[in-house]
Antibody, heavy 120, light 110 residues
């Protein structure tokens, strides 16, 4: 059974960087059949996919156009986890952030969610 | 404004059958498979349907999915009070090169 455990601060100041980590158990971040995603959810924007990383003989990353200039998703093979960094945050980035695995074209495992509030 | 369009609300009485629609375009639903999720308050979305009409292990067969062209539907038969939740559709979008979600449908069991 795959488990995803999220960690990171719940409060970030405007203009600073939001950083979250998703620790994987029961699978490998280097899996050749999975992709590792970040999604957020807010009342104003609903569910919004932010990006993903995956390994298919080399590392690939895809980012949503809405955050492409501010986002970085990195795998960490030594700790079997992946991370999200979102720069220059504003109150509009306040949301519940989820990490999730996609496998064969569907989302089968999700992290527990982290409420991140952007406020001074 | 979500890329996939769902009705904001739906309702039914216990035992009834309800359907929730999800409308997209040729770059998402028209060319890729659809996921459906159930979300209870304060929890992460739970996969209900994948590959348009497949149920993961443990999902009751009261839940079914279908797809035609650029639209998909989730049907819930034998409605139960525990089915009261938010429901979302999702698909990969080839033009955006990313996942897109519906805005969600809040289901009320009357």
């Amino acid at each position: 059974q795959v488990q995803l455990q999220q960690s990171g601060p719940g409060l970030v100041k405007p203009s600073q960087t939001l950083s979250l980590t998703c620790a994987i158990s029961g699978d490998s971040v280097s899996s050749n059949s999975a992709a590792w995603n970040w999604i957020r959810q807010s009342p104003s924007r609903g569910l919004e996919w932010l990006g993903r990383t995956y390994y298919r003989a080399k590392w690939y990353k895809n980012y949503a156009l809405s955050v492409k200039s501010r986002i970085t998703i990195n795998p960490d093979t030594s700790k079997n986890q992946f991370s999200l960094q979102l720069n220059s945050v504003t109150p509009e980035d306040t949301a519940v952030y989820y990490c999730a695995r996609t496998h064969d074209g569907y989302y089968d495992f999700w992290g527990q969610g982290t409420l991140v509030t952007v406020s001074s | 404004q979500s890329v996939l369009t769902q009705p904001p609300s739906a309702s039914g009485t216990p035992g009834q059958r309800v359907t929730i629609s999800c409308s997209g375009s040729s770059s998402n639903i028209g060319s890729n498979t659809v996921n459906w999720f159930q979300q209870l308050p304060g929890t992460a979305p739970k996969l209900l349907i994948y590959s348009n009409n497949q149920r993961p292990s443990g999902v009751p067969d009261r839940f079914s999915g279908s797809k035609s062209g650029t639209s998909a539907s989730l049907a819930i038969s034998g409605l139960q009070s525990e089915d009261e939740a938010d429901y979302y559709c999702a698909a990969w979008d080839d033009s955006l090169n990313g996942w897109v979600f519906g805005g969600g449908t809040n289901l009320t069991v009357l």
